[in-house]
């Protein structure tokens, strides 16, 4: 019982930083949350609003007002037949709707009736939403792609540097046998110096590669807010899958935006409808006996509006088909690259996979060849500077193998992102 006790006090610590390690899924998770991210929702939610702002346009426009009025004659508080004014003027008693002083209290409104370039807008405004959220998609995977990347990045440094940490043990190992012979004087002293030198360039690689993940590590933060400690594991459970460039689609629902814009602008020149109305109370003493007088008025109306000449939205319609031809040619040549890009992927990813397998079989050739090089320098037939080529080979191999690693994992999410694969889907 004791022993189960002591047991679990040992391995609960263990335990519980192994759960506190973050997951590739931590990571992704936090990218979802990263301030890059909120940016293109943001840039939604604007997208939406000025939808909402065009959609507004249809709405009747009401206003309240009260008001105050002073004249040097009489004005009239509203429009009187002139049957009714006659009426008026022969009966002096009745209190005539003119007067010096007026106060005014009412409302009115105005609303298209027919305006059908605020249709289109509302139309345009819609696609940019569209393309909004296409970007905010887009983005997503690049950022995820470029974490993956990024880890990549860091496994490749940490395994150089446990290989160079094994590099540097076998050359301390082979040091202790230079010492050695240079003791009983089968081997010159400068041995030593050279065997120093080798441990030296070792220290100052892995110095480099602190420096590399340092600025690794920084930019994994900037993207998850997440500072590792070592990479994360992460495995290949899927492909990529190529079609469509989905890379494209924002540029696409753009160009769909700016033609309905630029047909907008034309649409303006078009005849409109609109409809107006207001309602008056108006407050004031007559001028004729002074007498309080309180009046109500209300008219309402349509107007149709033909625009005949109008430099300025001419201008405007020159303006929005530049804009759209400049958003084509900017599709186009994305394109082209992309198109010649995955090409090159393609190329580059077929070719990384099978250089992974030649230097795993090199690697193994090698580590075998330095160990017949120790025996060889400890047989005296081999110099120091041979055989810490061997080592330097061995590394060399090694390193080349992480690199095309990383390279590979890169490779593949460039793919992925430019064919909108779901990347979480291709690597956990």
Request: no cysteine; proline share 3%; aromatic share 8%.
């Amino acid at each position: 019982m004791l022993k189960k006790l002591l047991l679990i006090f040992v391995f609960i610590p263990a335990i519980m930083q192994a759960q506190e390690l973050p997951s590739l899924k931590t990571l992704f998770d936090s990218l979802k949350v990263n301030p890059t991210t909120k940016r293109d929702e943001l840039n939604m939610e604007k997208a939406l609003a000025n939808k909402n702002m065009a959609l507004g346009m249809l709405y009747p426009n009401i206003d309240l007002f009260g008001s105050y009025s002073y004249a040097n004659t009489p004005s009239g508080m509203l429009p009187i037949a002139p049957n009714n004014l006659l009426a008026m003027v022969k009966d002096q008693t009745v209190a005539q709707p003119f007067s010096e002083n007026i106060f005014r209290l009412g409302g009115e409104f105005s609303m298209p009736v027919f305006v059908k370039s605020i249709y289109t807008m509302a139309a345009k405004a819609e696609k940019m939403h569209q393309s909004a959220e296409e970007v905010k998609n887009i983005n997503l995977l690049k950022n995820e792609a470029m974490l993956v990347g990024l880890n990549a990045n860091l496994t490749y440094v940490d395994a150089l540097g446990n290989a160079l940490e094994k590099k540097k043990e076998s050359i301390l190992k082979t040091k202790e046998i230079i010492e050695v012979k240079v003791k009983s004087e089968r081997a010159p002293s400068s041995a030593l110096l050279k065997i120093d030198n080798g441990l030296n360039q070792i220290d100052l690689m892995r110095n480099e590669l602190a420096l590399n993940r340092t600025q690794i590590i920084s930019k994994i933060y900037a993207l998850t807010g997440i500072t590792l400690d070592k990479a994360v594991d992460m495995e290949s459970v899927g492909n990529y899958k190529s079609g469509a460039i989905k890379a494209l689609d924002p540029l696409q629902k753009k160009i769909e935006a700016d033609k309905l814009g630029w047909r907008a602008e034309k649409e303006k020149l078009l005849p409109f409808i609109a409809m107006k109305g207001n309602y008056n109370h108006s407050m004031a003493k007559a001028y004729n006996n002074n007498l309080n007088i309180s009046e109500d008025f209300a008219a309402i109306g349509l107007a149709l509006k033909i625009p005949i000449f109008s430099m300025n939205q001419y201008a405007k319609i020159r303006l929005n088909k530049v804009e759209l031809n400049a958003t084509q040619n900017n599709f186009d040549k994305m394109n082209m690259e992309l198109v010649g890009q995955s090409h090159q992927l393609k190329q580059s990813l077929d070719i990384l996979e099978h250089s992974l397998s030649l230097y795993a079989n090199s690697i193994k050739d090698k580590e075998e060849l330095l160990k017949i090089a120790k025996v060889a320098y400890k047989s005296d037939r081999l110099t120091i500077e041979d055989y810490l080529k061997y080592e330097d080979d061995l590394v060399m191999e090694k390193s080349k193998l992480f690199k095309a690693e990383a390279a590979k994992w890169q490779t593949l999410m460039k793919l992925a992102v430019i064919y909108g694969n779901n990347i979480e889907s291709i690597v956990k």
